[in-house]
């Protein structure tokens, strides 16, 4: 089991930067491989980024490539996602997931924080 808590979000002006954190706890956690999710109202869940457990490898959703940072540090159990030039349809509540595999199932979510940016 592994518990996920993010922290972080808030509002910000566009063009603004953000960094959130995912603090993980539970048996191995620094072994799982850890994602950020973001839901806007009326859409569904999608996947911002993605990142190995060794930290080696990240994927990025297109809409996010070049803005978006995904990080880790094994040694806190803790995972970023800084957030930089920031447009209004980033508007969204952003969760933490962690799954053993590197796959498209996520079996381990956090609460989510809001980010809104909004002038």
């Known amino acids: 089991q592994v518990q996920l808590v993010e922290s972080g979000g808030g509002l910000v002006q566009p063009g603004g930067s953000l960094r959130l954190s995912c603090v993980a706890s539970?048996?191995?956690?620094?072994?799982?491989?850890m994602a950020w999710f973001r839901q806007a109202p009326g859409n569904e869940r999608e996947l911002v980024a993605r990142?190995?457990?060794?930290?080696?490898?990240?994927n990025y959703a297109d809409s996010v490539k070049g803005r978006f940072t995904i990080s880790r540090d094994n040694a806190k159990n803790t995972v970023y996602l800084q957030l930089i030039s920031l447009k209004p349809e980033d508007t969204a509540v952003y969760y933490c997931?962690?799954?053993?595999?590197?796959?498209?199932?996520?079996?381990?979510w956090g609460q989510g924080t809001q980010v809104t940016v909004s002038s």
């Open positions: 990142i190995y457990w060794r930290g080696d490898v990240t």
């Open positions: 997931a962690a799954n053993l595999d590197w796959g498209t199932t996520w079996n381990y």
């Open positions: 539970g048996r191995a956690c620094s072994t799982y491989n």
